[in-house]
């Protein structure tokens, strides 16, 4: 069981990242997001602004969910119920 992870995150603006094959991130909180490596595995919700899930979307690297293909070390979250790639500002070395 070491070779997988689990990353459980559900504070506001949170990011849950896993970078190992079979691996799980699961973001549970408002704003939130997921990052998977290679033969990765997400769970997001998305809440509104009183903590009630409007969405829960799951799925792994590779995946087409509603014309949007997941892909690896990429930053997702839900918008309208619906799969977006995050954009970062900047990056850190």
């Known amino acids: 069981m070491g070779n997988y992870g689990v990353a459980i995150v559900t504070g506001y603006q949170s990011t849950a ?6 691996s799980i991130a ?14 990765g595995y997400f769970v997001i919700v998305e809440r509104n602004e009183n903590g009630e899930i409007l969405h829960i979307k799951t799925g792994k690297v590779g995946d087409v969910i509603e014309n949007v293909k997941i892909q690896p070390d990429t930053l997702y979250t839900l918008v ?11 990056s850190i070395l």
């Open 17 to 22: 990242s896993v970078t190992k094959p079979s």
């Open 26 to 39: 699961f973001a549970a909180g408002e704003d939130c997001r997921v990052l998977t490596g290679k033969q």
């Open 80 to 90: 309208d119920g619906v799969m977006t790639e995050v954009q970062l500002l900047c």
